[in-house]
């Protein structure tokens, strides 16, 4: 018979290891009218299963499905999972074509953490008196207690010379576009941001 505290490491481990078991047994999705820090299970359809599948072999795609049909949900729980399991010191960069859209999406983000078992949400950490410390967490980033990831929000650029700039030079290795059809310049920040 396993302990309470055998059974967590193992369902850590299992998550850390395993992106489809983190999606079918250990994440929800909050919803509207529902009790904080709960949610309903992840709904996996042929869109989602799809997306699910290219960002298991790491491939860029660009998404198009009916509007209100989850895209934006599959996409923020891989990178919840990214940010929790999948990498260590590793920049993820949400843009969308607002700036309000890219934070809304970290609250998003934040909310499914929110709404995953205590012991596998990591917003804080514990000194070496035993205090319980905060990490940089704000509205347009946060920081992972352990392993050292970030996620910053950017605004989408108005200008074409604004463009060029937040693309060049972008060492960033998980970058999230969100509505990327409707951002203003948006060739011109993905050919800048691409090897």
Request: net charge positive; proline share 5%; aromatic share 12%.
């Amino acid at each position: 018979m396993l302990t309470k505290e055998e059974l967590k490491a193992r369902i850590l481990n299992e998550c850390r290891l395993n992106y489809w078991y983190f999606l079918r047994e250990v994440v929800r999705i909050p919803d509207q009218g529902g009790t904080v820090g709960s949610g309903v299970r992840y709904k996996l359809h042929r869109g989602n299963l799809a997306m699910n599948f290219l960002f298991i072999l790491n491939f860029n795609m660009f998404v198009e499905l009916p509007r209100q049909h989850g895209k934006t949900v599959a996409a923020v729980c891989r990178y919840l999972w990214v940010y929790n399991f999948g990498t260590s010191n590793s920049e993820i960069m949400f843009m969308h074509k607002d700036h309000g859209g890219s934070k809304g999406n970290l609250k998003s983000l934040r909310a499914m953490r929110d709404a995953l078992p205590s012991y596998l949400q990591f917003s804080s950490t514990v000194n070496a008196e035993g205090k319980k410390l905060k990490v940089p967490n704000t509205v347009v980033m946060m920081q992972h207690p352990y392993n050292n990831n970030k996620i910053n929000t950017y605004p989408s650029a108005r200008t074409k010379d604004s463009a060029n700039n937040l693309g060049r030079g972008c060492t960033i290795p998980v970058q999230y576009y969100d509505e990327f059809a409707f951002m203003p310049y948006n060739e011109i920040v993905f050919m800048a941001a691409v090897p």
